[in-house]
């Protein structure tokens, strides 16, 4: 059986890092990534990476970046804050790229311009109303 997918978006935030109790390092991102179509949607994924891939992508990665991402669809299940049984799906990256240039990224900072460079379609990263994000 098959079970693998790639992506290409933006970054929402700064990767989270942390680690298990034993040592493993552990780094989440939330990518958005724009449907193509008539309508203007786009979708959030939450994507986990494990090891030194993931303490690479929490160095390297930022807001606001281009990422391609390959891996695996993972379903959790969980029960939440009010006691009912609920289900998300997790992209398990076994493989990504930054897909952006760091000297664009540099550059803008340099230039006070801390806002998405170069968004995917016409997604703007701080202008994201996330119906998902934790608050």
Do not use: H
């Not at 990534?33 to 030194?52: I, L, P, S, Y």
């Not at 398990?92 to 230039?111: A, F």
């Amino acid at each position: 059986m098959i079970n693998q997918c790639t992506i290409v978006g933006r970054l929402v935030a700064d990767p989270e890092s942390k680690q298990t109790p034993s040592g493993k390092s552990i780094c989440n991102v939330r990518v958005a990534v724009d449907r193509k179509g008539r309508e203007k949607e786009t979708d959030f994924f939450n994507c986990v990476a494990f090891g030194q891939s993931g303490d690479a992508l929490a160095e390297y990665a930022t807001k606001g970046r281009l990422l391609g991402i390959v891996g695996k669809i993972q379903l959790e299940q969980y029960v939440n804050k009010e006691g009912a049984k609920q289900q998300a799906v997790k992209i398990v990256i076994d493989n990504w790229q930054l897909l952006d240039s760091k000297k664009e990224e540099i550059e803008n900072r340099l230039n006070g311009n801390t806002s998405n460079p170069k968004p995917a379609g016409s997604l703007k990263v701080d202008d994201i109303d996330d119906p998902f994000a934790d608050d």
